[in-house]
């Protein structure tokens, strides 16, 4: 089961108060669950007093091509008594990303990710029970965790605070690696001024979504690529994106240059491959492009190609940089508040796509590089 919504309202509110309203896909009203924080001053010395088993979702057989379910298996793992400084979590939403597909584990060992966890046990003080936490833990639902930093986002486990009212999940999107990844990058890399024109390939993904929000932020003009009109339409009425392009049109290039009038001063990129050729062409003098993925790649079997664009980089006078959003873990909290404090104020609306159920991870993964997503693609544990 899957289940897309965005936020169309946030306010800073107690536990006790009603919840925000939220807008599902086929527009009508529902409500979010209400989510609070206990707060303890010290932990309780407990361990894992029966046996308690996880269930783990491993990598089977290296990746060919676009992944399948033969790719994934999902595995019991039988958990210790928990030692001094451990506290155990247990999964309530876990993040799915293309980059678990370009920077996969070696067979056999969990698919990496992050994911919002509730402790159920703890030897650590900083980590009492029944905090939420979020961590490098993977595809799993049960983790006896350290406050160590995860091998691949370089971050330790951070207690959320100050989501009163909103969603665990948004610290896997808007309040994540997704939200700082389209801070970072569009602000201190793309650098667009007000008037600007900001182009954004995969739009409609957990990155394009909130970049292009940023950039009307910015009082930019935002035109978003994606694959679909039903998409685009979408982008334009709940986003707030000025135009959009489809990419899989006859008429794209020339989409293109109606909705952009040849003027590209800043250009997003998570796709690659030959629409960023194309975009590049659009390109104003000294334009500046940032490279965040090029996900078009990803799952190809052969050497991926696409047109030549040195001559346009050196006629244009263009900045291209490529970046992976842990070159800003020392200002993390930074773009993190930044963020909430534009969901606080209505400027900025998490888009998410939900998909229910443990097992369901790896179809989640598969949908999302179908396209089945619109916005953030999080699995919701339980």
């Not at 369901?360 to 699995?379: D, S």
Request: glycine content about 8%; some cysteine.
């Amino acid at each position: 089961m899957t289940q897309q919504f965005c936020y169309n309202q946030f306010h800073v509110m107690s536990s006790t108060q009603t919840i925000p309203k939220v807008v599902s896909a086929n527009n009508s009203l529902q409500f979010c669950p209400l989510f609070t924080l206990a707060t303890f001053r010290t932990s309780p010395k407990v361990s894992i007093k029966n046996a308690m088993t996880a269930k783990v979702i491993i990598l089977k057989r290296k990746f060919e091509g676009t992944p399948t379910l033969d790719n994934f298996k999902i595995v019991e793992e039988k958990l210790r008594p928990l030692q001094q400084g451990e506290f155990l979590v247990e999964a309530r939403y876990i993040s799915v990303d293309p980059y678990q597909r370009v920077y996969p584990p070696k067979v056999g060992q969990t698919m990496l990710s992050e994911q919002v966890a509730k402790v159920i046990e703890s030897q650590n003080n900083d980590f009492p029970v029944g905090s939420s936490v979020v961590g490098e833990w993977g595809w799993r639902t049960h983790t006896i965790a350290k406050d160590v930093a995860g091998e691949f986002c370089l971050r330790k486990p951070r207690l959320l605070t100050g989501y009163d009212g909103l969603s665990r999940s948004l610290a896997l999107s808007v309040l994540g690696m997704p939200g700082n990844a389209a801070y970072f990058g569009l602000l201190h890399m793309g650098k667009p001024m007000k008037g600007n024109t900001v182009v954004v390939s995969s739009a409609a993904g957990g990155v394009g979504t909130i970049v292009g929000q940023i950039a009307k932020i910015k009082g930019c003009k935002a035109v978003g690529i994606t694959s679909s009109v039903e998409k685009g339409e979408r982008l334009v009425k709940e986003v707030g994106y000025d135009h959009y392009v489809s990419y899989n049109s006859k008429n794209f290039e020339k989409d293109l240059s109606k909705a952009t009038k040849d003027t590209v001063h800043c250009y997003f990129d998570s796709v690659g491959g030959e629409i960023s050729s194309s975009v590049l062409t659009k390109m104003k003098k000294f334009g500046r492009v940032v490279i965040c993925g090029a996900i078009s790649t990803y799952n190809s079997k052969i050497k991926a190609t696409a047109s030549e664009v040195q001559t346009t980089v050196k006629v244009q006078h263009l900045v291209m940089e490529g970046f992976k959003v842990t070159r800003f873990k020392d200002q993390w909290d930074e773009g993190i508040q930044q963020n909430l404090q534009w969901l606080k104020e209505g400027r900025l609306k998490p888009f998410e796509h939900i998909v229910d159920g443990f097992s369901n991870t790896p179809n989640a993964f598969i949908g999302m590089f179908a396209g089945q997503n619109f916005g953030k693609t999080i699995v919701r544990v339980g």
